[in-house]
C-alpha cells in the first residue's frame, strides 16, 4: 500500500506561469515532509521541507503548503523557470530524527520557455 | 557537496551472478541508506544502518544484503541477481537526528546495474 502518492505523473506549465505539484500521504505518524528534485543520471537533491507543527514553508521561489487533515502537500513554484524541469519527489517520515524517508513516485516537470 | 561516492557508477551483468555495490563517504556520518529507483515506483528504500555493524531492512529488502564494517563504507550485496533488480541505486546520508539538515537525506549520483 502506498503511503505517499503523486498522482498526476506529469505536468507541463508556462515559463514564468505557477507550478503546483500535490502530494497526498495516508500515513497519520508521518510528522515531516520533504521535496526532491531530480534531474537526469544525477541524484536526487533536497529542495525544501515542513514540519507538522506549521502549514507553510518558504524559500525563495519555492513554497510548500501543508494540509494536515486533509493529509495534503503541495509545492508552489513561482515563477517558473525552464531550468526547473525535473522529476519532484515527494517524501515523508515520521519523525525528524528518523531520516528513512518514504518517496511518492514522482512527478516530471516541464516549464515551457 | 556531502562526499559521496558510488561505485560502480554502471554496471552490466547475467542472471545468477553475485554483485557488490560500494557506497564510500568522507566526512564520518553515522547514517547511510541504499535506495533504488524505478519507473512507476518512485525511490523504495532497501537497507539502512545507523552505525558500524548496526543494519536494518527496509521496505524492499528481499535479495539483497549489506555490510557496515567501517563508517565510510556501506556495501549492498546482490548475493545472485536477477533480472528484477535492473534498477538504479542510490545511496545516501543523513547529517543526523538534530540541528541544521536533520531529517534529511543527501543523496550520491547513482549505480545503474543491469541484469540480463
Known amino acids: 500500500d502506498q503511503q505517499v502518492k503523486q498522482n498526476s505523473p506529469s505536468l507541463s506549465v508556462q515559463e514564468g506561469r505557477i507550478s503546483i505539484l500535490n502530494c497526498d500521504y495516508t500515513n497519520s505518524m508521518f510528522d515531516y515532509f520533504l521535496w526532491y528534485k531530480k534531474y537526469p543520471a544525477e541524484g536526487p537533491t533536497f529542495l525544501i521541507s515542513i514540519s507538522s507543527i506549521k502549514d507553510k514553508n518558504e524559500d525563495g521561489r519555492f513554497t510548500v503548503f501543508l494540509n494536515k487533515s486533509a493529509k495534503h502537500l503541495s509545492l508552489h513554484i513561482v515563477p517558473s523557470q525552464p531550468g526547473d524541469s525535473a522529476v519532484y519527489f515527494c517524501?515523508?517520515?515520521?519523525?525528524?530524527?528518523?531520516?528513512?524517508?518514504?518517496f511518492g513516485k514522482g512527478i516530471t516537470l516541464s516549464v515551457r520557455p | 557537496d556531502a562526499g559521496i561516492t558510488q561505485s560502480p557508477r554502471h554496471k552490466v551483468t547475467e542472471t545468477g551472478t553475485p554483485v557488490t555495490l560500494r557506497c564510500h563517504q568522507t566526512?564520518?556520518?553515522?547514517?547511510m541508506y541504499w535506495y533504488r529507483q524505478d519507473p512507476g515506483h518512485g525511490l523504495r528504500l532497501i537497507h539502512y544502518s545507523y552505525g558500524v555493524k548496526d543494519t536494518d531492512k527496509g521496505e524492499v529488502s528481499d535479495g539483497y544484503s549489506v555490510s557496515r564494517s567501517k563508517t565510510e563504507d556501506f556495501l549492498l550485496t546482490l548475493e545472485s541477481a536477477t533480472s528484477s533488480q535492473t534498477s538504479v541505486y542510490f545511496c545516501?546520508?543523513?547529517?543526523?537526528?538534530?540541528?541544521?539538515?536533520?531529517?534529511?537525506?543527501?543523496f550520491g549520483e547513482g549505480s545503474r546495474l543491469t541484469v540480463l
Open positions: 566526512e564520518n556520518h553515522r547514517y
Open positions: 517524501a515523508a517520515s515520521e519523525t525528524r530524527a528518523n531520516s528513512k524517508l518514504t
Open positions: 545516501a546520508i543523513s547529517l543526523g537526528t538534530s540541528g541544521r539538515g536533520a531529517g534529511e537525506l543527501f
